[in-house]
């Protein structure tokens, strides 16, 4: 009986001692985060404004597993793809603002070395010389993405430099003028980026 009464007092020391550990680790785990992206410096470059904008939310749901919600607005003058593979030879005849939303998975596979898949919709808006709204249009946006998390101040802040593949499969009412600029150009696009965010 004093073997049995050892033995389970032991365990519920060993029990408690666990738990404490694990609220104690817990207790430095910041599930959420907001950030963007450093693409944010196109607005201030010269030429065509981008009016670029992207804020994304992230929860973590394990250790390695986080859930991102994103929400982003940008505006572009020539097919998408042009940045990587050289400017297109002709400009639309107007522009294409394209907002959007995006619900991604990343996984962290090894420390801080992660992979990330995120589709995003955009709802896009054409517009003639103008500045005339002639039509609207939706796409499918797909991101595959390689990176790796670099955190500072107590894994509060983070950069994430990353390499992604992006792929528009789906781009359906885009308007005759605009489809005859896009024909030959790539639907893909190989490219690096940097995010970056805030943790609580």
């Known amino acids: 009986m004093k073997k049995l009464i ?8 060993f029990t408690t001692m666990a738990f404490c550990q694990t609220e104690k680790k817990d207790s ?14 196109g607005n201030f470059a010269p030429g065509d404004p981008v009016y670029f904008f992207q804020l994304n ?4 749901l394990t250790q ?14 020539e097919p998408l793809g042009t940045g990587t593979y050289g400017p297109s030879d002709e400009l639309y005849p107007g522009k294409v603002r ?16 992660f992979t990330t898949l995120e589709p ?17 249009g939706f796409q499918l946006y797909l991101q595959f993405i ?12 983070f950069i994430e430099p990353a390499y992604a593949l992006k792929y528009w499969p789906v781009n359906t009412n885009v308007p005759a003028s605009f489809a005859a ?3 030959g150009a790539p639907k893909y696009e190989l490219g690096p980026s940097l995010n970056f965010g805030f943790r609580f």
């Open 98 to 113: 394209a907002s959007g939303v995006g619900l991604g998975y990343q996984r962290f596979l090894w420390k801080n070395l």
């Open 64 to 77: 390695k597993d986080n859930i991102i919600a994103e929400a982003i607005t940008w505006t572009y003058y």
């Open 28 to 41: 430095t785990f910041r599930q959420h985060s907001i950030g963007s992206s450093l693409a944010l410096l």
């Open 57 to 60: 939310y992230g929860y973590r």
């Open 181 to 183: 600029i896009d024909n």
């Open 120 to 136: 995003t919709f955009f709802l896009q808006q054409f517009y003639d010389t103008d500045d005339k709204k002639i039509q609207k």
């Open 6 to 13: 050892s033995t389970t007092v032991v365990i519920a020391m």
């Open 146 to 157: 390689l990176g790796y998390r670099f955190e500072f101040f107590m894994k509060r802040v």
